[in-house]
């Protein structure tokens, strides 16, 4: 399909609402790229694929309170509109929705009161340190696929609970949203693409690669043989600790793909490695999928 030729900048929901409404009569596909903006080479990964499959794409920016914890990166988290719109324009998407707080949350925030709950899904990995992230990130995307009405939406691969909880989510509540998951964008050293990654000191910014290569250390335990998953875990751990100093690790953890449980014992079905480092205060997170295809591994 063809990339659109000018970007719409809407904020209001109404206006949001007429735009699509005139591609919906016309029958065009709509195509949904959620962000939190100050987007990168990742999220232009998103809206291309989302070009390519869909004739008209919204890329939305709302930096969503209801997911931060109250002494994470609100207030600090990088904004750059003019940046974005022109990433999101010269990726193709057709309309840049921007909604305030007070167009997500009418009541503010503290006063919503009915919730998308993840319930198990979100108990593990990130959510065990982040309890209630999840919940503001399924109801706020739950949120955006109601006015957007998409037939597809598209999410990162390197926020892999992310895009599993959403999965389940469209599922589960029966949205007519197909979630398709784009393979993770990296820097040239391995180190997976996040508008955190500003956040860095250059000495951080060097050991921060070692999330990746404990994941390519996964790998080739894996290919060799190795299926014992708290081995395999305290190897990455140790790895971290080696090349990372400055690293804080929150969690090493390989988990079923499709509960999120952890795997206590051998990994003798596919499984998610997942991992989140502190840097300072700054959180970064990384995964790696293992498919196990009659007893051969296979890696995405």
Same mark, same amino acid.
């Given at each position: 399909?063809?990339?659109?030729?000018?970007?719409?900048?809407?904020?209001?929901?109404?206006?949001?609402?007429?735009?699509?409404?005139?591609?919906?009569?016309?029958?065009?596909?709509?195509?949904?790229?959620?962000? $939190?903006?100050?987007?990168? #080479?990742?999220?232009? #990964?998103?809206?291309?694929?989302?070009?390519?499959?869909?004739?008209?794409?919204?890329?939305?920016?709302?930096?969503?309170?209801?997911?931060?914890?109250?002494?994470?990166?609100?207030?600090?988290?990088?904004?750059? $509109?003019?940046?974005?719109?022109?990433?999101?324009? #010269?990726?193709?998407?057709?309309?840049?929705?921007?909604?305030?707080?007070?167009?997500?949350?009418?009541?503010?925030?503290?006063?919503?009161?009915?919730?998308?709950?993840?319930?198990?899904?979100?108990?593990?990995?990130?959510?065990?340190?982040?309890?209630?992230?999840?919940?503001?990130?399924?109801?706020?995307?739950?949120?955006?696929?109601?006015?957007?009405?998409?037939?597809?939406?598209?999410?990162?691969?390197?926020?892999?609970?992310?895009?599993?909880?959403?999965?389940?989510?469209?599922?589960?509540?029966?949205?007519?949203?197909?979630?398709?998951?784009?393979?993770?964008?990296?820097?040239?050293?391995?180190?997976?693409?996040?508008?955190?990654?500003?956040?860095?000191?250059?000495?951080?910014?060097?050991?921060?690669?070692?999330?990746?290569?404990?994941?390519?250390?996964?790998?080739?335990?894996?290919?060799?043989?190795?299926?014992?998953?708290?081995?395999?875990?305290?190897?990455?751990?140790?790895?971290?600790?080696?090349?990372?100093?400055?690293?804080?690790?929150?969690?090493?953890?390989?988990?079923?793909?499709?509960?999120?449980?952890?795997?206590?014992?051998?990994?003798?079905?596919?499984?998610?490695?997942?991992? #989140?480092?502190?840097?300072?205060?700054?959180?970064?997170?990384?995964?790696?999928?293992?498919?196990?295809?009659?007893?051969?591994?296979?890696?995405?």
């Amino acid at each position: 399909m063809a990339p659109t030729t000018s970007l719409r900048l809407i904020s209001d929901r109404d206006e949001l609402s007429r735009e699509l409404r005139a591609a919906r009569a016309a029958e065009r596909a709509v195509g949904l790229v959620p962000t $939190l903006g100050y987007l990168h #080479a990742g999220h232009a #990964a998103l809206i291309r694929q989302a070009r390519a499959e869909n004739d008209v794409v919204v890329a939305s920016i709302f930096v969503n309170p209801t997911q931060f914890g109250p002494t994470e990166d609100f207030e600090r988290y990088p904004r750059d $509109l003019v940046r974005d719109r022109a990433l999101a324009g #010269a990726e193709g998407a057709a309309i840049l929705f921007v909604p305030s707080v007070e167009t997500m949350y009418p009541e503010g925030p503290e006063n919503q009161r009915v919730w998308v709950d993840p319930g198990e899904l979100a108990r593990h990995l990130c959510g065990a340190s982040r309890p209630t992230h999840f919940r503001g990130v399924a109801t706020v995307v739950a949120k955006l696929f109601n006015m957007v009405s998409p037939d597809r939406a598209y999410f990162g691969a390197k926020d892999a609970q992310q895009a599993i909880i959403i999965r389940r989510m469209a599922g589960d509540l029966a949205f007519p949203v197909e979630v398709q998951v784009v393979p993770t964008v990296r820097e040239p050293d391995g180190l997976a693409l996040s508008s955190r990654n500003v956040y860095l000191s250059p000495a951080e910014r060097a050991q921060a690669t070692s999330l990746k290569q404990a994941l390519d250390l996964a790998r080739d335990r894996i290919l060799a043989g190795e299926r014992g998953a708290l081995d395999i875990e305290a190897r990455m751990r140790r790895e971290i600790e080696r090349l990372a100093p400055l690293g804080r690790i929150d969690y090493v953890t390989i988990a079923d793909p499709d509960t999120l449980q952890p795997i206590a014992g051998l990994i003798e079905g596919d499984a998610l490695i997942a991992l #989140a480092v502190y840097f300072g205060s700054t959180r970064l997170i990384d995964n790696m999928r293992v498919v196990l295809e009659h007893g051969r591994p296979r890696f995405l």
